[in-house]
């Protein structure tokens, strides 16, 4: 099974970053990465995720389970997002997955952390809130102050809000242990991605490879994260 992730981790990396190398200015000259190595690039997370959860189990802590949860309807986002699967509003559709898939990797870090004592009240709550504000005040400058609210407006917050308790909770976790670090850099990284995101839909945000750039933060972003299962076998001793 560690071959296997080994392969994947590489599968990953070649779709992702040979796919920008590699790859041409598209029309719009917003993205290099083909959709198909974008999206395979995220599919092999999903496989990379569930694969940890047979070699593992549902423990230490649930946490390989919640993490692959987490990046499959990560990964479903992403589909919506691509329009592969047709909605109405793809960005709304999108949100409502990483939503969902944003409450599954808390989950995984609240769980691990009451298992094995990484729940410090302090670090975790301090670290909570300062992400909470740095969400907030991004929100603000990219989505809030800009035009009138709307449904997509106003889902950004919440939505902002979560990913930053992701960054919140993680950075909780790495400050306990500092294995944990490139697990709230993943953290980290997601929200910076996001926030290109909402500033290219709502304050009109483009230049050249914006999708690209995008990607190949949210890219390692959910790689760092689906891969810390490795942080959390070490922390709690499973092999």
């Not at 994947?8 to 290099?32: C, H, M, Q």
């Not at 609240?110 to 809130?129: E, I, K």
């Not at 939505?159 to 670090?181: N, R």
């Not at 050249?208 to 750039?213: F, N, P, S």
């Amino acid at each position: 099974m560690e071959i296997w992730l080994g392969l994947l981790a590489a599968v990953w990396a070649i779709l992702l970053f040979g796919g920008f190398v590699l790859g041409s200015d598209n029309p719009e000259k917003t993205y290099r990465m083909p959709l198909n190595a974008r999206l395979s690039s995220s599919f092999a997370l999903v496989i990379a995720g569930w694969c940890w959860v047979l070699a593992v189990g549902t423990k230490p802590g649930d946490f390989a389970l919640f993490i692959a949860l987490g990046m499959t309807f990560g990964f479903i986002g992403d589909l919506c997002m691509a329009s592969v699967i047709p909605l109405p509003q793809p960005a709304l559709g999108g949100i409502g997955a990483f939503g969902v898939g944003h409450v599954f990797y808390i989950i995984a870090m609240l769980t691990f952390g009451n298992s094995y004592g990484l729940d410090s009240p302090v670090s975790r709550w301090l670290a909570l809130v300062i992400w909470w504000l740095i969400g907030l005040g991004g929100w603000y400058i990219v989505v809030g102050r800009k035009g009138k609210p709307d449904a997509l407006r106003l889902a950004a917050l919440p939505y902002a809000l979560l990913l930053s308790s992701i960054a919140g909770f993680a950075s909780g976790l790495a400050v306990q242990s500092g294995g944990f670090s490139f697990l709230a850099i993943g953290a980290a990284l997601f929200l910076f991605s996001d926030l290109l995101i909402a500033a290219q839909l709502f304050s009109g945000l483009n230049f050249r490879h914006i999708g690209d750039v995008i990607w190949l933060t949210y890219g390692p972003a959910q790689f760092l994260i689906v891969y810390s299962i490795i942080n959390a076998l070490a922390v709690s001793g499973a092999s």
